[in-house]
């Protein structure tokens, strides 16, 4: 299985992005998908995922009503689209698929990761 994971970069506070990961090597109609992100001098924390199968979603309360996951199945591509952005969300974010939880929240609930991708919001 590979993750690959685009579209961060650099942007003011306020402002959007989305994310991208690009998912292959499988059928992932059995997983949930999501992303994660790493602070500098953080553990790594959930961020969104959702359910291959069913489209439902989850959130870190943090980001709810800014971030929303959303799933192309013909593509096998997740999106993380980022609005009003704030200097806190700035870390490397993390592609992730799983199929040993229906809903991952923590890293243990892993199975595969994509590499990450920096988002830096600036103040």
């Known amino acids: 299985v590979q993750l690959q994971a685009s579209g961060g970069g650099l942007v003011q506070a306020g402002g959007s992005l989305r994310l991208s990961c690009a998912a292959s090597g499988r059928t992932f109609s059995r997983y949930a998908m999501g992303w994660f992100r790493q602070a500098p001098g953080k553990e790594r924390e959930f961020v969104a995922v959702i359910s291959w199968s069913s489209g439902s979603t989850y959130y870190l309360d943090s980001v709810k009503g800014r971030f929303t996951i959303s799933r192309d199945s013909a593509r096998n591509t997740v999106y993380l689209q980022m609005n009003s952005l704030k200097p806190e969300d700035t870390a490397v974010y993390y592609c992730?698929?799983?199929?040993?939880?229906?809903?991952?929240?923590?890293?243990?609930?892993?199975?595969?990761w994509g590499e990450g991708t920096l988002v830096t919001v600036s103040s």
């Open positions: 992730a698929a799983t199929d040993r939880v229906a809903i991952p929240t923590t890293a243990y609930d892993i199975k595969y």
